[in-house]
C-alpha cells in the first residue's frame, strides 16, 4: 500500500505541472492587465511596476522563473495586495477555508449519513419520505438563497447568531449550515440507496441467517459496505466545498482562500490565482488519494497494485 | 404520509414568510436596525465601519480606490485636510501664504505636530513624501495629481531626477512649494493621500511591509493595530497626534465587505456603525422606516456614455451623437433606476462642484416630445431613416444597475428614433482594454470620479493627451480652453472660459453624461458629527459615539 501510494504521489506530479501551466496560459491570455484600471498610468510608471514583477520579460523568461519559484515553495509577491506575498495570503486564508470546509464535511457526513440509513431502513414509510422531502429540499435550494435567508432570520429579525465576520465559533454556525446542507442532502439520498442494496445483498442475507441482532447486522455488516460510494463521493464533495465557499464566504464575510481566488482572477493578480489554483490541485489531488486508501480500509474486495 | 411533505412547506414557507417580515403589521419588524454601539468595560468607544473593497496597499503613494483613501485619512494627514463640509482645512500645517504670482507657497507646520513614535514631523518629511510620489520607482497611481508642482511631470517621465522637484525644506517647520504654474485648485490636491508624508526610517527599513501593523508610523489620529486581510483594518487613538485632544473616537474598525445586501444584514444586526452601499432595491424601505440614518449626498461623479469617434458610426458625426444624447431620458433612469437621489446630467461637471455653475444642454428643458422630435430631425440631418437605421452597440462593464440603463437607453434609442442596438457586457478589466484600444468600442459607459473638488478634474478627463481617451476626442479648440482655465485664479474670467470649454464639449458630444453621483451612507443615530460633504470624504477623528 506504501508502493501504491507514492506511486499516485509521483503521478500527481505531472498532473499539477500542468494545472500550472494550464492557470498560466490563461490567465496571460485574458485581456487587461493588473495595472490596469480607469486611470491610465504614466508610461514610465507602468514600465517601473512591469520590471518590478518581471512582466517586461518574455512569457518563456516568466514561466521559467516561476516554476522555479514554485519548486522552491515561493509563490511570489501579490499583484494586488503589494504589501504581502502570496505565500502570507495563503497561510492566513487557508486555516480558514479548512476549518469551514472541514465542518461542512462532518456536518454532512454526521446528520446525512443516519438520515440516509434511516429511511431505507423504513422504506416507504413515514421516516423515509420526510428525509427525502427534506434532502431534496436541501438539494434545491442554492445556498445563496439559503445563507441570506439564514442571516435574515437568525441575525436580522433575531438576535442569535452574527451576520458576518469571523470571530467565536458561532461565526462559522450559519457558513457551516450554508454550504454543507447540499452535500449532506445528497450524503442523505446515496446512504439511503446504498443502504437498500446493501441490505440486499448475499452477505447480509447471511448474516441474518446465522441469526446476528438486527443492530450488529446493520452496524458491523451492511454499513461499511454501504459506505463505500459515500467515500467515492467525498472526492468531488472536497471540490464542491472549495468552489462553494467562494459565494458563503463573500456572503458571511469570511476571510477565506475563496474570496482571493475570485478577487485575484478579477484584478489579474497573475501570481495569486495561480498559487491558490496549484494549492487547490494539490488539496483535490490529496483528497483523491486518501479516498482511495479508505476504500481498501472499508471494502476487503478492494486491492492495491 | 401526505401529511409528512406538507410539514416540511409549512416550516420552509413560514421561513420564508418571516424573512420577508411577513404581513408588515409591526412597522418597525419590516426594517428592524440594531442600537448598539460598541463601548467597551474600560469606556473604549469603537466605530465599526463598512469600506468596501479590501485595498491593495495602505501605501499613501501606492495606494488606489476610496477604501484605501478612507483609511489613509485616518492615519496620515497631510498639509491641508477637508473639513466634515468640504472645505479645505489647515491639517499639519497650521497656515500658509501664497506669492502674488501664485507660484510659490509657503507652509507653516504645526510645532506640536508628531509621528505615533513621538518624533516631530519636519518639513523634511513632507519633501520626502512628494518626491517619493512622483518618483517613477515608487510608481505611484496619483502621480499626475501632482503635475502643478514644478518639474514634477518632468520627473514623472523620468526626464528629472525626483530630487529636482519644487517642494524645499526651509527650515524644520516651514516647508516651500513652488509651481510650475499658477493652479487654482492645488490647495486641494494636498489634502490627497498622495500627497501625505511618510515615515522615513520605517520605509527604508521595512520596504514595502512598512504599512504594516508593528512596523507602520503615523501622523494622523490614529495608527495601526491589526490588518487581517479580508476580515478587518483595527487603528487605534494616536496619542501623539497634534489634535488628540478632540479625538473623540478611541478605535476604528473597517470591515472590507463588497456585496451590498450582505453590508446592510451586518449593519441591522448591530455589527457595523456605518454602512458604505444600500442595495437599489432596498433604498425605498430604508427611506420609509430609517430616514434618520440615510445619508445621501451629492457628489464628485459622473456617470457617462463615451462614443467612440476614431470609427463609424460615430466619426464626423456630431449630429448623430447629439440626437443620441437628446433622446435619452435622464429622468427616468433616476426615478426608476438608479433611485438614490442621483442629479439628471445636462452638463459635464456635477453641481457638487464648488463654485461653478456649470453650462447645460440648451434643450434640457423642453418637454419630451419637443426633445425627441429635435432628436429625430438631428437623427435624420445624419443620414438614418427608418429604412436605413443606425446599428450600434452599447458595452458595458457586466453589473446589475449597468445593465439596465443600458437596456433602458437602449429601448430609448429603439423607440425614439427607431435604432438597432445591440447590449454587449464584459468583464471589467476585458470591458477597459476594449475601451482603451477603441478599436471596436462603439458606445460605452463609464464613470468619472473627481480628485479634488476642481471642475478641472472633469475637464482634464476630456483633454486628448489626457490617459484613458476611450472616445478618441481631440479638439484643438477644446484642448486650447482646457488648459487656459487651469492655470487662471478662480473669478468671473476663468468661469467664462470653463463655461466655454463645457459648451464645447457639449456641443461636440464626444460624451453622453447620464446623471451625477451621489453617496449613500447609513449612519447610526449615536454617531454623531456627520456632515454631509460632496467630496464624500468622512474622517473618523470628526465623528463620536454618544451612546
Redesign the interface.
Known amino acids: 500500500m506504501l508502493g501504491y501510494t507514492l506511486r499516485r504521489l509521483a503521478g500527481a506530479v505531472p498532473t499539477l505541472f500542468i494545472l500550472l501551466t494550464l492557470a498560466f496560459v490563461m490567465m496571460r491570455a485574458?485581456?487587461?492587465?493588473p495595472f490596469?484600471?480607469?486611470?491610465?498610468?504614466?508610461?514610465?510608471?507602468?514600465?517601473?511596476?512591469e520590471a518590478?514583477y518581471h512582466l517586461d520579460e518574455s512569457l518563456y523568461v516568466q514561466y521559467g522563473r516561476y516554476l522555479w519559484d514554485v519548486a522552491r515553495f515561493d509563490f511570489g509577491?501579490s499583484f494586488?495586495?503589494?504589501?504581502?506575498s502570496v505565500n502570507d495570503?495563503i497561510a492566513?486564508?487557508f486555516p480558514v477555508s479548512a476549518t469551514l470546509g472541514a465542518a461542512s464535511l462532518a456536518f454532512a457526513l454526521i446528520l446525512g449519513v443516519p438520515l440516509g440509513m434511516a429511511a431505507a431502513l423504513r422504506q416507504n414509510g413515514?421516516v423515509d419520505?420526510?428525509a427525502m422531502?427534506?434532502a431534496m429540499?436541501g438539494i434545491s435550494i442554492p445556498n445563496f438563497v439559503l445563507a441570506?435567508?439564514m442571516?435574515?432570520?437568525f441575525?436580522?429579525?433575531n438576535?442569535w447568531l452574527?451576520?458576518?465576520?469571523?470571530g467565536g465559533w458561532q461565526h462559522y454556525v450559519m457558513p457551516v449550515i450554508a454550504l454543507g446542507t447540499a452535500m449532506m442532502a445528497y450524503v442523505a439520498r446515496l446512504a439511503r440507496a446504498s443502504m437498500i442494496e446493501v441490505m440486499r445483498s448475499n452477505h447480509v442475507r447471511t448474516a441474518r441467517a446465522k441469526g446476528l441482532s438486527a443492530a450488529r447486522v446493520v452496524w458491523v455488516h451492511a454499513l461499511p459496505a454501504a459506505l463505500t460510494p459515500i467515500v467515492s463521493f467525498l472526492g468531488p464533495a472536497a471540490a464542491g466545498i472549495i468552489t462553494g465557499s467562494v459565494v458563503i464566504e463573500?456572503?458571511?464575510?469570511?476571510?477565506?482562500l475563496g474570496?482571493?481566488f475570485v478577487?485575484g482572477a478579477?484584478?489579474?493578480d497573475y501570481t495569486l490565482v495561480m498559487g491558490v489554483v496549484l494549492f487547490y490541485g494539490i488539496l483535490i489531488v490529496g483528497f483523491n488519494l486518501l479516498v482511495d486508501l479508505l476504500y481498501g480500509w472499508l471494502d476487503p474486495r478492494v486491492a492495491y497494485r | 404520509m401526505r401529511a409528512v411533505p406538507l410539514f416540511c412547506w409549512l416550516v420552509v414557507t413560514s421561513l420564508l414568510l418571516a424573512a420577508c417580515g411577513g404581513g408588515g403589521e409591526d412597522e418597525r419588524s419590516s426594517f428592524p436596525v440594531e442600537i448598539s454601539p460598541e463601548v467597551r468595560d474600560d469606556g473604549t468607544t469603537v466605530f465599526r465601519r463598512g469600506n468596501g473593497a479590501e485595498p491593495g496597499t495602505l501605501d499613501p503613494h501606492q495606494a488606489r480606490g476610496v477604501p484605501a483613501a478612507n483609511i489613509l485619512r485616518d492615519l496620515y494627514e497631510g498639509l491641508v485636510s477637508i473639513s466634515p463640509t468640504g472645505e479645505v482645512e489647515p491639517g499639519n500645517a497650521a497656515d500658509w501664504t501664497i506669492s502674488d504670482d501664485k507660484l510659490t507657497y509657503i507652509f507653516e507646520l504645526r510645532a506640536d505636530a508628531r509621528w505615533s513614535n513621538g518624533e516631530p514631523v519636519t518639513a523634511q518629511d513632507y519633501v520626502y513624501g512628494l518626491r517619493r510620489a512622483v518618483d517613477p520607482a515608487t510608481a505611484s497611481p496619483y502621480a499626475q495629481l501632482h503635475t502643478p508642482i514644478e518639474h514634477a511631470a518632468a520627473i514623472i517621465d523620468g526626464d528629472r531626477p525626483p530630487d529636482s522637484l519644487g517642494v524645499r525644506a526651509v527650515d524644520d517647520h516651514r516647508l516651500e512649494i513652488t509651481l510650475a504654474e499658477p493652479t487654482p485648485y492645488f490647495l486641494g490636491t494636498l489634502a490627497h493621500p498622495s500627497s501625505f508624508p511618510v515615515y522615513a526610517p520605517a520605509v527604508e527599513a521595512h520596504g514595502d511591509a512598512f504599512t504594516q501593523p508593528g512596523n507602520a508610523v503615523t501622523n494622523g489620529a490614529y495608527t495601526m493595530d491589526a490588518w487581517r486581510v479580508n476580515s478587518r483594518i483595527s487603528l487605534v487613538r494616536n496619542d501623539a497626534y497634534w489634535d488628540d485632544a478632540d479625538t473623540a473616537i478611541d478605535r476604528v474598525e473597517y470591515y472590507p465587505i463588497v456585496d451590498a445586501n450582505s453590508e446592510l444584514s451586518r449593519y441591522q444586526a448591530g455589527e457595523l456603525d456605518w454602512a458604505s452601499m444600500i442595495p437599489p432595491s432596498r433604498l425605498d424601505a430604508a427611506r420609509e422606516h430609517i430616514p434618520d440614518q440615510l445619508q445621501i449626498e451629492p457628489t464628485l461623479g459622473v456617470y457617462y456614455y463615451g462614443l467612440n469617434v476614431r470609427r463609424a458610426p460615430f466619426k464626423d458625426a456630431p449630429e448623430l451623437r447629439q440626437a443620441l444624447s437628446m433622446a435619452i431620458d435622464r429622468e427616468v433612469i433616476v426615478d426608476k433606476i438608479t433611485r438614490g437621489g442621483e442629479i439628471p446630467a445636462y452638463g459635464w461637471i456635477p453641481p457638487a462642484v464648488d463654485g461653478y455653475e456649470g453650462a447645460r444642454f440648451e434643450w434640457a428643458d423642453l418637454p419630451a416630445d419637443e426633445r425627441e422630435a429635435r432628436a429625430r430631425a438631428l437623427y435624420r440631418e445624419a443620414g438614418y431613416s427608418e429604412d436605413e437605421p443606425l446599428q450600434v452597440e452599447i458595452r458595458y462593464n457586466s453589473n446589475e444597475a449597468n445593465k439596465k440603463i443600458a437596456s433602458v437607453i437602449q429601448a430609448m434609442w429603439r423607440s425614439v428614433l427607431g435604432a438597432e442596438v445591440e447590449l454587449r457586457n464584459e468583464e471589467w478589466k476585458v470591458f477597459l482594454d476594449a475601451v482603451r484600444s477603441g478599436r471596436d468600442t462603439e458606445a460605452y459607459r463609464l464613470a468619472w470620479i473627481g480628485d479634488y473638488d476642481d471642475p478641472n478634474t472633469f475637464f482634464e478627463l476630456m483633454n486628448s493627451d489626457f490617459g484613458l481617451n476611450g472616445t478618441g476626442y481631440a479638439s484643438d479648440a477644446y484642448d486650447r480652453l482646457q488648459e487656459k482655465q487651469a492655470h487662471m485664479p478662480d473669478g468671473a474670467e476663468r468661469d467664462e472660459v470653463m463655461h466655454a470649454a463645457e459648451a464645447r464639449l457639449l456641443a461636440d458630444s464626444p460624451v453622453i453624461p447620464i446623471y451625477f453621483y451621489t453617496s449613500k451612507y447609513l449612519v447610526k443615530p449615536y454617531v454623531t458629527g456627520f456632515e454631509g460633504n460632496p467630496l464624500d470624504i468622512y474622517y473618523s477623528k470628526d465623528l463620536a459615539i454618544e451612546p
Open positions: 485574458a485581456p487587461g492587465g490596469d484600471g480607469d486611470r491610465e498610468l504614466p508610461p514610465q510608471v507602468r514600465a517601473n511596476l518590478k509577491p494586488q495586495y503589494r504589501d504581502v495570503l492566513s486564508g413515514a419520505y420526510t422531502t427534506a429540499l441570506p435567508l442571516i435574515l432570520v441575525a436580522v429579525y438576535d452574527p451576520a458576518g465576520g469571523l463573500t456572503i458571511f464575510g469570511i476571510p477565506g474570496q482571493f478577487s478579477l484584478n489579474r
